[in-house]
């Protein structure tokens, strides 16, 4: 079952209200015809004794009496009545399906961001963030024009055009079958138009996520873009990718808009043959058939939009059903849920890691990027993996880190296959520090916890302390609960590095992997991050990828890429 037929489903409760209300008061609308046919009536015939049989029956079932005139008013503020009555219900039933809005969006956007979360890194790697993203903009968008655009307003015509087509009914059948008939040649001659919706959906989809493609990778380049003079082809791409799902949406908009005038055109030829069907019905009476005339006309009146509304709705579906398929997709594919926060075993001393016969290739690339290596990582001591740009190196360090699977080959950690052992388990005595050094647009604490929870203060202190952050964070206006800016831009590059290095030493790693942790930085900031790194290495197996020279002399074994 798709997600958001899930998410339905738990709400079966606020679908189950809709239609009640919806029933009700397509049942009010239904009453209130009755009583304008039967204040028509009695408006044309004026006495009570010449009404219809039916009509008749209807009086006398209400048990109400009095003079044509008092019954005439009767009726006249029973339809009023039952209006207001209507609308009352109508709104109700608004309002469930607004909450039931909230719900599925936010079901669905909470699935979505669980399976993001956790996906495999390799797959997740070759999904852009901003197309990522752009699941979260989709499924709000899907969720909000199926509840409130489509739901509730189908639940509400469909049963309306039932309470129609049984009030016709009662004033005519041969009226009832003309205006079936006319319905479905339009409800299958409309079929096309859909069609045309859906590739219209499926423009939308695809350049919404190219959008969300575009857009965070050039936002995210802010210093880039005012430096190199792009800045004009990347808006011009912007532009374009936006002018195309736009362009979809007028499309699908026009689409949905060519709905109603067709239905005009052929209401006005049902009305044509309808007409004539009361004119030879009735034989001539022409004064006979001036009520029926009349409530046929304010029931169509009153169809109309219904019908309107549900071939729009169809519309409105077509348009979606891809981007319902794509968060389909996104979901479909079974990944292991978030691990629960068990306490995990933590390795006792550093441990040996020796790499084995490794191979390794990315998905959908013929080369090897690791072949056949073998090396070993001792415990207690700085080993340093040294090798050219594209050697190898950063994929290494993931390897290590479980981010990605050998293609062949092993990693035994003290002895015991890296495969067997529990992700959670390896990561908890995994630190990891990459180039990169990416922070939050938040405060420093927030950025050594990164989310984690159960640290005390201490422990923090510690971290902080062993990467040297108290030094400079002492000297910042709001110590721990300074934001840092957009990834960390009001920092210097060495002391992100600190942060990121505190960050990793949180949980006391008996692993720490760095990758190329000192590039960006100058030979004296490096230097005091290698004096750092030589302490923590005294219990701790440290990793560091490196192409520089610098790091040499502090590494206790050398491994070459
Ligand atoms: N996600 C990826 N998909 C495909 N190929 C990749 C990916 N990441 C790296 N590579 C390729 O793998 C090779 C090794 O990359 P990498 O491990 O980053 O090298 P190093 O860290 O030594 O500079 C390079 O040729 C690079 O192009
Ligand atoms: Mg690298």
Redesign the pocket.
Known sequence: MSLIGVALRERWNHLLLISFLNAVSAFLEGTTMVALLLALNILFEQTLADLGTWPAAIVEWLGVSGSANSLFVFFIITAIALQITKSCTEFVSRVVSTRLRTHVSLYVQSEITSRLLSFDY?DL??ISVGTQNSYFVIADQVSKQLTITIINPLINSTFFILVYLIVLMAISPEVTLVAAACGLLLWMSLGSIYGMSKKGGTKIAEGEQELGRLVIDYLSAAKLLRIYPAANIFKKQIDNVRKRVLEAHQFTRILEQMVAPAIDVLFIVTIGVIFSVIYFSFDGEIAKAVPTTGVVLVVFNRLLPHFKQINTMRSTYAGLTSRIEKIGKLVSEPVPRLPADLIRPRYSSSPRIEIKNLFFS????D?M?ISNMNCCFQPGSINLVK????????????IVAKLYIPTDGRINVDGVNLETIDKSVWLDNLGYVDQECFLLNSTIAENILFGREGYSDHEIEEACELAEVNEFVGGLQNNFNTVVGDRGLSLSGGQRQRIVLARALLNKPRVLLL??PTSALDIATETKFLKTLVQIASDCTVIM?S?RDTPDKYAHFIVN?
């Open positions: 390799g790697s070759r990315y998905p959908k690339v080369q990027t090798g050219q740009s594209g050697s190898g190196k950063s994929t290494l360090i993931n990758d190329e990828a192409h890429v």
